[in-house]
């Protein structure tokens, strides 16, 4: 009967749940109060915590039953313990845990307090291997429905991009027989060859942005660790150099030193967005692109790019993030870049915002989990 | 100015228009050619001309910058049906999915395939233009 089945994903059967402990990524421990003869809260026991709590807080196994201040007294949770009520309330804090650190949230529930644990970008950390970030969010089935009919758009746009110019080139050809024909005085071979020429450019258009989907592809699938942003974004800017026209490419002062990403990935959005910075400047302008990085909400990092450009109206601001949009024609391209972005963003877990001012400038805001 | 039947070619790529020139040459001595190299352009030219010399047929290709064939067509569907009369739009693509192609025929477009060939063209200028040339 239809209606009896289970959803999926719906509920999981409580006896997977040691096995999903055991399996989880992610550090779970069980904290029970310990009072003193007052009845006031002054440490906890360590009630339960799974395999990769152990790890991450290089418990001993025989930590079960042990102290918890003793294993992490700066995590706050006393303070929190006691102003939150029985249930509901939820602390997050940074908890230092060299050379990692860790990313600590915590909820009270009835008298004992549950704690979900994760490795983050350790700051200065040189000697181990970089810690990893949390795994991008499962896509939703509607992700899913909208990345496959953006690949059906993507494959039926490439295939008339090899189709057309080869069309034309097949005319062309024609054509150019034609003109050979005629007398000299009456023939025009040179548009035709110019024109073939054009074709065969478009050709290897085509092929650059094929080649490109599979670049952002490929960096999707690289592991993602702390890329410290000055170095890279001077890499990048050089890279960029033919295009800055005396203009200027700054980090703000304060910016985070990291941002948790494949490296290959932080590298194409960093140049995505400079690259567009410095296309669509601002006639007369001289380009002055600010990068900067700050925390953002929950465990974020927000990396804006703020321009002095054209800028982009409303409209255009619903639509530059779209597959093969172009909003100008004074540029090359195929309308690509944005679009790539994005996903880049989304693949991460992250997303790409963009706010502008027509004849002032344009911030992209690129929100990632770190 | 002259009375003969005028055709808006729209089409980004110069190739494509190039080659789509020479099939209407044939009929140079009895149509003119206009040309626009996106949506937006010939919208704007459609605008510009009053209303009885406006085109009697626009040749229009998809995917193209600025404003695409349908993009055209969403906004041109929209003017008065008295206005839209004179001036019926085919559409020309190399490959078209099904979907688009829905579109196309639910905004009120023709569509051929591209490229046009000299049997199709003849058969277009005489259905839209009645033109024909002598035998």
Redesign the interface.
């Known amino acids: 009967m239809a209606d009896s089945l289970p959803l999926p994903g719906a509920s999981l059967p409580p006896q997977l749940l040691p096995a999903l402990l055991d399996l989880s990524l992610a550090g779970v421990v069980y904290l029970e109060p310990r009072r003193d003869e007052a009845g006031a809260v002054t440490d906890f026991t360590l009630a339960y915590f799974n395999p990769a709590a152990q790890r991450l807080l290089a418990l001993p196994a025989t930590a079960a039953g042990a102290s918890w201040q003793q294993v992490a007294p700066a995590a706050g949770l006393l303070t929190f313990y006691r102003a939150a009520g029985p249930g509901g309330d939820r602390y997050e804090t940074d908890l230092p845990c060299p050379p990692a650190v860790l990313h600590l949230a915590a909820t009270r529930v009835g008298e004992g307090l549950l704690l979900s644990l994760l490795a983050v970008a350790g700051t200065e950390s040189t000697q181990s291997p970089p810690p990893l970030a949390e795994p991008a969010p499962p896509r939703t089935s509607e992700q899913l429905r909208r990345a496959h009919a953006d690949l059906d758009h993507f494959v039926?746009?490439a295939?008339?991009?090899l189709?057309?110019?080869l069309?034309?080139l097949?005319?062309?050809l024609a054509?150019l027989r034609q003109e050979l024909a005629l007398p000299a005085a009456e023939a025009d071979p040179a548009?035709?060859l110019r024109?073939?020429q054009?074709?065969v450019r478009?050709l290897q258009h085509t092929l650059r942005y094929l080649a490109e989907a599979q670049q952002w592809q490929r960096a999707a699938a690289e592991p993602p660790r702390a890329v410290p942003l000055a170095p890279l974004l001077a890499e990048v800017s050089h890279e960029l150099a033919p295009l800055l026209g005396g203009g200027r490419i700054a980090l703000a002062e304060g910016s985070c030193p990291s941002l948790v990403l494949p490296e290959p990935q932080l590298r194409g959005l960093l140049g995505q967005l400079l690259r567009n910075a410095l296309l669509y400047r601002a006639p007369g302008r001289v380009p002055e692109v600010l990068v900067r990085c700050t925390p953002g909400p929950g465990r974020a990092a927000v990396l804006e790019v703020s321009d002095n450009g054209l800028g982009l109206s409303p409209a255009q601001q619903t639509q530059i993030f779209g597959m093969?949009q172009?909003?100008h024609?004074h540029v090359e391209g195929a309308?690509l870049g944005l679009y790539f972005a994005q996903q880049a963003a989304e693949q991460a877990g992250g997303r790409l915002e963009v706010s502008s001012q027509p004849g002032v400038g344009s911030t992209f805001r690129l929100v990632l989990p770190q | 100015m002259t009375d003969l039947p005028l055709v808006l070619l729209v089409d980004d790529?110069?190739?494509?228009r190039?080659?789509h020139q020479?099939m209407l040459r044939p009929y140079a001595a009895l149509t003119q050619l206009a040309t626009a190299e996106n949506g937006q352009q010939a919208l704007d030219q459609l605008l510009t001309l009053p209303a009885d010399a406006r085109p009697t047929l626009v040749l229009l290709d998809l995917?193209m910058?600025?404003l695409g064939g349908l993009g055209f067509l969403d906004k041109y569907s929209q003017w008065p049906p008295a206005q839209r009369q004179r001036t019926p739009v085919v559409v020309l693509?190399?490959?078209v999915?099904a979907t688009e192609r829905q579109q196309v025929q639910a905004l009120g477009a023709g569509y051929e395939e591209?490229?046009l060939t000299a049997p199709v063209v003849a058969r277009l200028l005489r259905q839209h233009l009645g033109v024909e040339l002598p035998t």
Do not use: C, I, W
Request: glycine content about 4%.
């Open positions: 039926h746009r295939a008339h991009d189709k057309a110019p069309t034309n097949e005319g062309l054509s548009t035709v024109l073939m054009d074709s478009r093969f172009r909003q024609d309308g | 790529d110069e190739a494509a190039y080659l020479r995917n910058p600025v693509s190399s490959s999915l591209k490229p």
